[in-house]
């Protein structure tokens, strides 16, 4: 029996915290749209998509609307394009481009994931081709997003591939220069991409997933901040230690997570398609409470990147996960703790008042979900500085068999220190400084492939 206490709690997590379910993904495999040539493919891609997800916004709406629970981003991940589009060239892909645009646009879906590759082994030509593409493909479109699995633990690094997407990610920033380098902000390169998430702008729709599956992702930074605030503002007993507060992270998560399940199942339902996962990630926004940089500070550290922050962070993405799990029949996509820099206010202050520093950040993310996400760099930093520092990011993944990915934006003619602002969810943030830039070109330049580590003797 649910207790009226846990009514009310809930009632507050939604008026007072912030808490909704962050994103409903429908996941499309397009591979039965390849038809041979560009202009047919391209229709049918544009077809299956508008068929597929006419009415996911609507029920999105109204079943949100039916909990009081908002739904704030509905969101599409289709097949890696390089698989639909393989044949095709620079000029196709970028027409591929413009109809997954379209499709998305008129669903009515606010960001479409998909225009990726897996060169974490090998570039094959269509994989090339794509990534030839990016620049024209990331300006010439609103709500694409294009993101590419370049190692794993099992094939490790491909610098040759690094190297080549450092290039064109340059590109894209200086495509849309107008718009201070937004088009990087699109792009995202992995280790261990899972095939399962909803997040953007790396959700894609991989294999073995069926042909349409509803994937969520649950968020809470400010459900999680409150309940430890009022557990700390209890009188009368003994002050917490640490584990008593991971516990009150445990049940803050294990609340948030049995809502989005609920609104994930009966969105499927109602789309008659298969639920498929619950994301269990702490994904903040540029809004005010709504922080993971703040759950830190709340935990106890005065500076976010002072000493225990690291500590801090590993607990609460072991919390989440731990209160998340037991709420949700099946776990997937990144599943932790996300510190996306201009996504997240506390985590912006931070790095402004040079509190927080990218090398900081980096060993952050050897415990969290995801990696150097949204970090805004200085618009002169070279393409070897850009492969060497998503190498180091994607070592940590490939070591710790987890996911980790680099999505770093060069702000064309913008220096560090100076701010950037692309608005809404993505934030702002002033942009960061890269220690010893123009000084790994060697390493860069002999290319191939790192090796992946061996999976015995792990120390």
Known sequence: MIRSDQILDTVEMIQKENLDVRTVTMGIDLRDCRTGDAESTCAAVEAKIRASAKDL????????????????????????????????????????????????????????????????????PAARTLIDALPRAMAGTGRVCASFNAADSRHGINMDALNLL???ILGVAAATAERDGFGAAKCVVFANQPGDNPFMAGAIHGAGQPEKVLHVGVSGPGVVARALERRLGETGGARP????????????????????ELIGREVAAALDVPFGVV??????????????GDILRILGVDAIGAPGTTA???????????????????????????????????????????HLSLEKLEAMTSVCSVGLDMVPVPGDTDAATIAAL????????????????????????????????????????????????????????FGGRIPAPIHSLRN
């Open 241 to 260: 230690r640490l584990d008593d507060l991971a516990e009150e992270i445990k049940q803050a998560a294990f609340r948030v997570t049995r809502c989005g």
């Open 57 to 124: 916004v609507r029920n999105c709406d109204e079943i949100g609307s039916r909990y009081a629970v908002p739904v704030v981003n509905k969101r599409i991940a289709v097949t890696p394009a390089a698989e639909i589009g393989a044949g095709m060239d620079v000029a196709g892909f970028v027409r591929l481009a413009a109809a997954l645009d379209r499709a998305a646009e008129g669903v009515g879906v606010d960001i479409l994931g998909g225009f990726s590759a897996d060169v974490c082994s090998g570039v094959s």
């Open 390 to 445: 998503t190498a180091d990011e994607l070592a940590i993944g490939v070591v710790n068999h987890k996911t980790t990915g680099v999505r770093i934006i060069p702000v064309p003619g913008r220096e560090a220190g100076e701010r950037v602002s692309f608005g809404g969810l993505f934030g702002a943030s002033a942009i960061m400084t890269i220690r010893e830039p123009r000084r790994s070109g060697r390493m860069a330049a």
């Open 312 to 354: 801090l962070l590993a607990m609460l993405t072991d919390a989440v996960k731990k209160g998340g799990a037991f709420a949700s029949h099946a776990v997937g996509g990144l599943s932790g703790a996300f510190v996306p820099v201009m996504e997240d206010a506390e985590l912006a202050a931070a790095a402004e008042a040079g």
């Open 279 to 292: 994301d269990l990630s702490l994904a903040p926004t540029p809004a005010v409470g709504d922080s993971v």
């Open 166 to 168: 450092a290039e064109r």
